[in-house]
């Protein structure tokens, strides 16, 4: 709102100087009579007489009022110690009008005026006068103008400051006036005609009373930040800014945001929302807000502040969650023969989109083996062969081996596993069989070569088992000469008798390092150097084992 008070009032100041012309009377001397002049018109001189005295009537009253304004300015001078008087020094010949304004006096008036004007002047030569506008008071008078009303026998011939046409007169624009400052107007003028010169000012200023009241308009900005890409396991952090770019002040600014479906505050809430108060113009507020994330994929959300009669929606930003993914694949062969090392070997891949911190491989030594090695960094202890890998990026794939060797059948089994950072533990295992050899060794003896014609042998047919496993179902076939018959038979198995041969029920096992035996005895019938043949056959055999026994038979 603005209001407005103007001041404007119209007072004449009037002044005048006196035109005087030096007249030189020039006589001859002759003998005719001396030419008188001519008799003067008595009407005009009646006219211009009285104006001229109208006109001293005012001046005189003019000078009176500086007189007045000179005596009231020292009464109030003496009511009000410390008051401010101006008095222009007035040269000698000269005389200075005074007038008051508005009031016309000067203990009640902003405005003191002076006009100094030279007391007599030449005619048709130029000559100076002021005026001398000053402000009384202690504050600022706005837009003073200074006109010039009338004037009598008075030829303007320049100004300083120069001063402009106002309503067809001339006036001086002086703008504002000071506390305490005077203005002084310098004019250059001439008169024309014998007797006096005159002008009347007045003066105006016009002062303006404003108030206001100041329009204001608060705004809302938002702006959130969060993670671009965050490991599930990771610390996340949602940051929101909220701003008054306005000129009023925000108030009750609140701020909120809906979390999409997998994410949630540290607090479980999936809606996060926040009081920041009034806001003040330029003012921000800056809140952060920790964030879980249940699982992985892309989440993306907006948020909004609201304000009294105002509301803002930042941006909406998209977090891809990641996490490492860990697959363990183990291998070893099937079967593997006692006192030979068997390789149990874990491959290891991270199948995820994030790598794998910190990631350890495990696997047992399998109860009946010995550890034998380990490739890699691989560490044996407490029963186990542990790697550290470090870091597995996402595809990344790695393969470790334990070596172990057992000294006896038995089932092997290896239990590995694969562990990281934010990566769910994952495990495999693998059995090998560790088998031995068997190694059946076939001997035949006979114990009284030579032999005499009509007496007995006995052949011994031995079996030995050196390998490292049992031999299974080993059977004992003998074969006769012709120059022998048979008596009996005896052993490990029973023994039958089909014309020359003696076919022994198979053995069904046979440890390793084990014997079985077989007798059999016969009578010698005929001279001659003969073969006793023995075959070998067991489950492990792929093909028979044959034995001749040499014997000399005499009579």
């Known amino acids: 709102m603005e209001k407005s008070m103007m001041s404007r009032r119209r007072v004449l100041l009037c002044a005048s100087a006196s035109v005087a012309m030096l007249l030189t009377a020039c006589t001859s001397k002759d003998d005719s009579a001396t030419t008188a002049p001519p008799p003067a018109d008595r009407s005009v001189d009646n006219a211009q007489n009285a104006k001229i005295r109208q006109l001293e009537q005012a001046v005189r009253d003019a000078q009176k009022a500086a007189a007045d304004a000179k005596a009231m300015a020292a009464k109030r001078q003496e009511a009000r110690p ?19 304004f508005p009031s016309g006096d000067p203990a009640t008036s902003p405005l003191l005026l002076h006009l100094i004007m030279p007391d007599e ?27 010039l009303e009338s004037l009598l026998n008075l030829d303007i011939k320049s100004a300083t400051p120069a001063a402009a046409a106002n309503d067809g007169g001339v006036a001086w624009r002086l703008g504002d006036i000071g506390p305490r400052q005077t203005k002084v107007i310098k004019v250059q003028a001439s008169a024309s005609q014998l007797g006096l010169t005159t002008n009347c000012i007045s003066i105006a200023y016009n002062n303006q009373l404003c108030a206001g009241t100041n329009v204001v308009e608060a705004d809302l900005t938002l702006v959130k930040v969060a993670p671009r890409r965050v490991l599930r396991c990771d610390a996340m952090e949602f940051t929101y800014v909220v701003r008054n770019p306005g000129t009023g002040v925000a108030k ?67 977090t891809v969650i990641v996490q490492p993914a860990l697959e363990i694949t183990a291998s070893c062969p099937e079967t593997r023969y006692i006192g030979r090392v068997t390789s149990f070997e874990y491959k290891v891949k991270n199948v995820g989109d994030a790598e794998a911190r910190d990631a350890i491989v495990t696997a047992s030594v399998p109860s009946g083996s010995e550890y034998v090695s380990a490739s890699g960094n691989g560490a044996f202890a407490n029963g186990n062969v542990v790697w550290q890998l470090g870091t597995l990026a996402a595809g990344q794939e790695v393969t470790v081996v334990a070596r172990v060797r057992a000294n006896a059948a038995a089932t092997l089994r290896s ?26 060794l076939l001997e035949v003896v006979d114990l009284g070569d030579p032999i005499e014609v009509g007496s007995n042998e006995t052949y011994v047919i031995t079996v030995t088992n050196q390998g490292s496993a049992a031999g299974h179902n080993i059977q004992i076939v003998a074969i006769l000469p012709d120059q022998e018959t048979y008596l009996s038979s005896s052993g490990a198995t029973r023994g039958t008798l089909s014309g020359k041969t003696i076919t022994f029920a ?39 084992v044959q034995e001749n026994e040499a014997t000399n038979l005499y009579e």
């Open 121 to 147: 002047v030449n005619r048709n030569q130029n000559f100076e006068y002021q005026y001398h506008v000053t402000n009384t008071t202690s504050a600022t008078l706005q837009d003073v103008v200074l006109s």
């Open 415 to 440: 239990n590995g596993s694969v562990a990281a950072y934010c990566a769910d533990t994952v495990t495999d295992n693998c059995i090998t069989n560790v088998i031995g050899i068997p190694a059946i």
């Open 506 to 544: 198979p053995l069904p096992s046979l440890a390793p390092k084990a014997k079985a035996e077989w007798r059999i005895v016969i009578r010698a019938e005929a001279a001659g150097d003969v073969r006793f043949t023995v075959r070998m056959t067991s489950d492990q055999l792929t093909s028979p």
């Open 252 to 318: 009750n600014v609140r701020i909120s945001d809906r979390l999409p479906s997998g994410l949630k505050t540290a607090d479980g809430q999936q809606t996060f929302s926040r009081t920041v108060g009034d806001l003040g113009p330029g003012e921000s507020a800056e809140i952060k807000v920790a964030v879980e994330a249940g699982t992985t994929g892309e989440f993306s959300s907006a948020a909004t502040a609201s304000a009294t009669g105002l509301s803002a929606d930042s941006d909406s930003t998209t």
């Open 82 to 100: 410390g008051g401010y008087t101006y008095e222009p020094d007035v040269a000698a010949g000269h005389s200075a009008s005074a007038m008051a």
